[in-house]
């Protein structure tokens, strides 16, 4: 844990700046496209050592990418590495207590306070910058306890709409992003199921097909919104503390009409002993 802070700090230590934070607007305002130096100069007014100055530190934190196109070097977000910075954020220190289970991320120390930085002001001058990610996932009340491992569904499940060219997250890709994530308790009870993720691709793009391109901002559908309030339903109904994969995935279960569950049935599962094998998971943990 202290390495994986200790990479955190050096997150925020290379947005500490101005100019660096007014980039990574810029880049997220054109994502996914980015923009070539000379436009990000034009925009920002500051000399061109300067500004290759900055891009090279946010570089190395792998907070942004670049990419040559011919006579041009464009630069773009890193959204993984944003993503696991708000994971970082909102998970690592707002889960309190839970029972010992695999999916949690063990609460971390702050190194910010303890050397005297005002982390809390901090944050207020990026909270504009990181709005942005916040309105595109969309999440319902509660994501505070959301794990890391559920925080990383959700992403895998925009990354699937990306493949598909869909214009929206529904409840087939939050399926998807459970069973790709891997290591969560929902992926190791859906492998145990008998199912992968080229079997469950194809049958999910057999029922979706492909789209024609994905938007900068991916909504979810009303049925994926609804997945994700059950899923918090049922972390309580549980008495848990958080909300884990198996939490998304018996919110799936929950969602009768949706497109996941039909996934599922295709596929041969039996959905009343998935969700029986869920629960007794979580009576035995």
């Not at 007014?22 to 880049?27: D, K, V």
Request: hydrophobic share 40%.
């Amino acid at each position: 844990m202290e390495s994986s802070t200790a990479k955190y700090a050096d997150l925020f230590a290379a947005l500490a700046s101005e100019p660096r934070l007014e980039i990574m607007r810029l880049l997220f305002a054109t994502y996914p496209q980015g923009m070539i130096v000379s436009d990000i100069q034009a925009k920002l007014q500051i000399p061109n050592s300067t500004l290759s100055h900055h891009l090279e530190k946010l570089r190395q934190e792998h907070l942004i990418s670049s990419r040559k196109e011919k006579q041009y070097i464009w630069y773009a977000v890193n959204t993984k590495t944003i993503e696991d910075l708000l994971a970082f954020l909102f998970n690592g220190c707002a889960i309190a207590n839970p029972r010992s289970r695999q999916d949690k991320l063990d609460p971390v120390r702050n190194p910010f306070t303890e050397a005297g930085f005002m982390f809390e002001g901090f944050l207020n001058s990026i909270e504009s910058l990181f709005d942005s990610v916040f309105d595109r996932i969309v999440l319902p009340r509660g994501f505070e306890r959301f794990t890391q491992k559920a925080t990383q569904v959700i992403a895998l499940a925009q990354d699937e709409s990306r493949r598909l060219g869909h214009q929206y997250v529904g409840t087939e890709q939050l399926l998807l992003g459970l069973l790709g994530e891997g290591t969560g308790t929902a992926a190791q009870i859906l492998l145990a199921e008998g199912l992968n993720v080229e079997n469950l691709r194809i049958e999910v793009e057999k029922r979706i097909g492909r789209g024609k391109g994905t938007p900068l901002d991916i909504p979810f559908t009303p049925r994926a919104k609804r997945v994700l309030e059950l899923s918090v339903e049922q972390s309580q109904r549980l008495g848990d503390q958080y909300i884990g994969t198996e939490h998304l995935l018996l919110g799936i279960l929950r969602e009768r009409g949706g497109m996941a569950v039909r996934v599922l049935e295709s596929l041969g599962v039996n959905l009343y002993s998935l969700e029986q094998r869920i629960l007794q998971w979580n009576a035995s943990n």
